[in-house]
T-cell receptor
């Protein structure tokens, strides 16, 4: 059974810092990996999607990397801003499935202090 | 594009009553919809997968008679929590995929259910 772990569970940084969020998964047979953002009491916003054949994806100040063989992904946020404060969730879809079910980690609660 | 809505956004009900939550794909046809539950500070847990016109597939440990799912059209799926109890209080989120993007789930804003 696939398990997704995110470290740290919470992170507090001053504005302007660069930071890294970590995600690990136990089964390397994945179809893709996604990073989401969730604001308190809200739904999910997709940030980046990395296909299993890719090693990284970038969007603005965000960069996500994927090392499938070691079961790890990192989300790098450059020049953090207070508006980046949210919970960041990592999720994987297993390969070989037909329904593309997502398995989520518990998330990292990020607080960026002004 | 690819907007998913949920209604209601929050609901408070008495123990023993049933609550229906709607999930709609606003600008695309959703062949598959997923229902998740999220407890405070926990991950999203998949409850069931529903395909239009067929019975939902429930994850292990989810009571299908308690959480009734109907996906009667390509734009609407409903989750009914029957005989709700305080332990059913949670944040329920749906997502949907389209035939063109089966590996991408578009998430609704969630429904906060509180059972008194």
């Amino acid at each position: 059974k696939q398990e997704v772990t995110q470290i740290p569970a919470a992170l507090s940084v001053p504005e302007g810092e660069n930071l890294v969020l970590n995600c690990s998964f136990t089964d390397s047979a994945i179809y893709n990996l996604q990073w989401f953002r969730q604001d308190p009491g809200k739904g999910l916003t997709s940030l980046l999607l990395i296909q299993s054949s890719q090693r990284e994806q970038t969007s603005g100040r965000l960069n996500a990397s994927l090392d499938k063989s070691s079961g790890r992904s990192t989300l790098y946020i450059a020049a953090s801003q207070p508006g980046d404060s949210a919970t960041y969730l990592c999720a994987v879809i297993p390969s070989g499935g037909s329904n593309y079910k997502l398995t989520f980690g518990k998330g990292t609660l990020l607080t960026v202090n002004p | 594009g690819a907007v998913v809505s949920q209604h209601p956004s929050r609901v408070i009900c008495k123990s023993g009553t049933s609550v229906k939550i709607e999930c709609r794909s606003l600008d695309f046809q959703a062949t598959t919809m997923f229902w998740y539950r999220q407890f405070p500070k926990q991950s999203l847990m998949l409850m069931a997968t529903s395909n239009e016109g067929s019975k939902a597939t429930y994850e292990q440990g989810v009571e299908k008679d308690k959480f009734l799912i109907n996906h009667a059209s390509l734009t609407l799926s409903t989750l009914t929590v029957t005989s709700a109890h305080p332990e059913d209080s949670s944040f329920y989120i749906c997502s949907a995929t389209s035939p063109q993007t089966t590996d991408t789930q578009y998430f609704g804003p969630g429904t906060r259910l509180t059972v008194l």
